[in-house]
């Protein structure tokens, strides 16, 4: 059991860090036009109190947060399934590709925040999935880095 808490640790700090990169890409694309609003502030807005497509006071921090928790989360769904082993890079981007498909091709606009990659502008799409592959990059990268100098796999 202490051993699956801590891939789950690492694989949560891994994804803090590449949630960051991502973020960074996400706020270029933004200020390059790309993008209207942040997904992260879209998603919070439509969960707090109120109606879901009025602007709310906190919900850009709100937005960063549950961004930075989401992907924390799903850095150390990763690393758990990885098992400290070397992690590719295609099985990583693989996988964040699939979160990036499953969110915003199924449950973002099932509930009304986006529309789906095939109906949004071109710009969001393109930046979400580019921001997607940095995260899938950095964590893998993260892991087995972390992995090695611990004296594991990876």
Sequence with gaps: MRQLVGMAAKGALGGLLATGAMSVLMLAGSRAGLMEDQPPKRIARAAM??????????????GMFAHAGFGAASGAVYAVCCRGRPTPALPALAYALGIWFVSYEGWVPKLGILPPISGDRPGRPAVMAVGHIVYGLVLARFLNRLNRAQGGSG
């Design 49 to 62: 109190a109120g109606d879901r497509h009025s602007p709310k006071r906190g919900e850009r921090v709100v």
